[in-house]
């Protein structure tokens, strides 16, 4: 399970509740990578850790359209638009994003992982078994 750890966090999503744990920049929320990755940005940089997505959600639980247009290109708001906000206050979750509903299934594992084997390398010595 530790080989294959990375492989398994690529999969990874952030399912938007309330938007008090995810990080807006950090995390992969509304996108397979996070909002830092897409623009080029040092993912490093202490301040963007600190903020969370719900900081861009009104009272009435719509996304802030202009704090993003503020923050982000109009292609990644459109992006963020997309990601529909939950009426009611629960909490954010993870689920799988290789999957249109969510759920993991080794099936979907299985595909993503021969999507990613580089087909230049020297065959398989084991085809045998």
């Known amino acids: 399970m530790l080989r294959v750890r990375e492989f398994v966090k690529q999969g990874i999503r952030w399912k938007l509740g309330n938007g008090h744990t995810i990080s807006f920049w950090l995390d992969s929320w509304c996108h397979e990578l996070p909002l830092v990755e897409l623009l080029g940005l ?7 850790s600190q903020v969370k997505v719900n900081e861009f959600i009104t009272h009435e639980k719509v996304w802030d359209i202009a704090k993003l247009s503020h923050v982000l290109p109009q292609h ?15 909490e954010d979750s993870f689920c799988w994003g290789f999957t249109g509903s969510g759920d993991f299934t080794t099936k979907s594992a299985t595909w993503r992982a021969h999507d990613t084997i580089k087909h230049d390398q020297t065959s398989w010595k084991f085809n045998w078994i």
């Open 76 to 90: 990644l708001v459109k992006l963020v638009l997309a990601v529909p906000i939950p009426m009611t206050n629960m």
């Open 42 to 48: 040092d993912p490093s940089v202490t301040d963007r």
